[in-house]
């Protein structure tokens, strides 16, 4: 039986993604946001093609994000020890400052249990959104690109994790005198970009959606 696109919209994220890949065969550049063709597919891959974590980019990419948050990580230990003392970088705005996490991402924590419990929590979450957007990254390219890069920040922390007791490395350290943002990494910064790119990519498919739907 065929989906139609405002069905589509109900039945979740695969098959509202799997639906906008059929959609967007018919969405022109004529004030769209997606095309298909060679000349422009800067928004919109081919439904037919395999999800993005069977692709070799994929685990590339994960593997870069996982390498530069390890090194930073590595020479934040080596040069800003010991911790908890500033080191200006521009200005008072953005300092480097060694300190260890044993909780979440910017510093939440949730008690003594806080290592293993978003241990725990980063291996399902990993496994779930490759899992939930696997058909969403094989016509989204800002998808295609998001979920590697989230993967790669949240497999940066869990090694930390796993291998330190004293929790997760942080030292990018932003804020006003003595008003701080909770210090972070760059794994952190790898997973709100990501996270930010899987928004917009779920706010195009809509657009699609609604233009497919308005055709």
């Known amino acids: 039986m065929g989906v139609g696109p405002m069905s589509a919209r109900s039945t979740g994220p695969q098959r ?24 422009n597919r800067t928004h919109i891959l081919d439904p037919s ?3 993005a974590s069977a ?10 994000i996982t390498a530069a948050d390890a090194i930073s990580k590595a020479l934040a230990v080596e040069h800003l020890a010991p911790r908890h003392i500033p080191h200006q970088i521009i200005g008072d705005v953005v300092r480097f400052t060694l300190a260890y996490n044993p909780g979440a991402a910017f510093g939440m924590h949730l008690g003594p249990a806080s290592r293993w419990i978003f241990a725990a929590l980063s291996v399902v979450i990993v496994v779930v959104l490759i899992r939930a957007t696997a058909d969403l990254t094989r016509i989204s390219r800002l998808a295609a690109f998001g979920v590697p890069v989230v993967v790669g920040g949240a497999i940066g ?15 990018i350290d932003i804020g006003f005198g003595d008003v701080r943002f909770w210090t972070f990494n760059v794994a952190d910064t790898a997973v709100t970009l990501g996270a930010g790119c899987l928004v917009i990519a779920l706010w195009q498919l809509d657009k ?8």
Do not use: H
């Open 208 to 215: 699609v959606q609604q233009q497919a739907a308005g055709s």
């Open 157 to 171: 922390n869990l090694l930390d994790r796993i291998r330190l007791r004293d929790g997760v490395v942080d030292f």
């Open 55 to 64: 692709t070799p980019r994929f685990w590339m990419l994960v593997l870069l």
């Open 49 to 51: 093609c395999p999800a």
């Open 16 to 39: 509202r993604a799997r639906q906008a890949g059929a959609d967007a065969r018919g969405v022109t550049e004529g004030g769209a946001l997606f095309t298909w063709g060679k000349e």
